[in-house]
């Protein structure tokens, strides 16, 4: 699918610019692109070093898999198939966590340590397994207690109450997370009917 | 309850930051080695997302830029105004999964003509704030691990998107309507 939207955009795209005659506008925009995405990339260096570091302290001290104890009937039934005492895990309740109090930038470097985690316990490295597709569902649909960067853009507006939106996203969050648990859920008993599993 | 939920949100980072080490110690385990062997992963960790984000963003960006994006804008919009979504807001709606970036650029973009507090900005930020860009979270949750087939986790996240807009849609009506 990412290969189809992929080649999807590039081909409309340049498709777009050709009826313009304007093909120079995809050099320019690819390079742009380019730009942004190392941009991107060496931004992250300075989250993930720290956040990395800091992770690692926690899982030297045991807190990763208190945390995985303390909250284990909740992601068992998530996340069937990753042992209950496995490392995963604790990665995978910081990663809520974080996504719950609006740290994206904490959020990012513990679902990265969650995937190396679950990429041991994968048998096709280079398949996704429906553990990291329930992963990556509970982090696409965004579910956070206090959208923070929101709240700073309503403020730089000049809004009377940045804040207020608060109690409209956790509903709008809410029903885009349920929906992803549920799609989640019923895609992998397909893809386990067709695989055999 | 959301003063209580704000107030939580600004003391978590630092307490975070504070009761691990301080844990750590008591437990006795040599913090300053565990953090710089942890954080030693971060690098090559970054460096390894570079391929992918490049090769996503520079799709992205041709499809925004060549004004691909707006020619399936204005095709979807007799679609859209069948069922009344608010025109202004389907470009938001459209970007979101694919760039966080530029959907918070849109943002922008309605606050300054509309307001923060008119409908319409406040539909855009719940629809903002209650969903993730799904493109960019998959690029970078995959390619650190080296992830090429995806199974059904786009679709999955482009759901959840469509849920969590029409979920914000309907909020908004119903609180702010």
Redesign the interface.
Known sequence: ??NY??MF??A??????AL?G?LD??T???L???K???A???G??S?????????????????LEKLARLLRPLVRVLFPSVPPDHPAMGYILSNMTANL???GN?A??M??KA??E??KLNPN??????A??T???L????F???????IG??MK?????????????L??????????IL??RL??SQ?EKRSGH | MVEVVSFLSKLMLPAILAFIPLYATFRKVPVYESFTEGAKEGFPTAIQLIPHLVGMMVAVSVFRETGALHFYLRLLSPLVDGIHFPKEVIPLAVLRPISGAGSLAFVESIFRTYGPDSFLGRLASTMQGSTDTTLYVLTVYFGAVGIRRTLYAVKVGLWADLAGMLASWFIVVMVYG
């Not at chain 1, 490295?125 to 429906?130: G, L, M, Q, R, V």
């Open positions: 699918m990412v939207i992929w955009m590039i409309s795209g340049v498709v777009a610019a313009q304007r506008l995809v320019s925009a690819a742009k692109g380019a942004e995405g190392v991107v990339c060496i992250l260096i989250i993930l070093v720290f956040w990395m570091g800091m992770m690692r302290i926690a899982q030297d001290a045991g807190l109090f609006g740290l904490a990012t470097p679902g990265i995937m190396e679950l990429q490295p280079k398949t996704a397994s429906p990291m597709c992963l990556l569902a982090n696409t649909s965004g956070t207690l206090i959208p923070a960067t929101i853009i309503r507006y000049g809004s009377v109450d940045p804040t207020e939106i608060i109690g409209t996203t509903f709008a969050t809410g029903c885009a997370t349920l929906t992803a799609v989640d895609y992998r893809w």
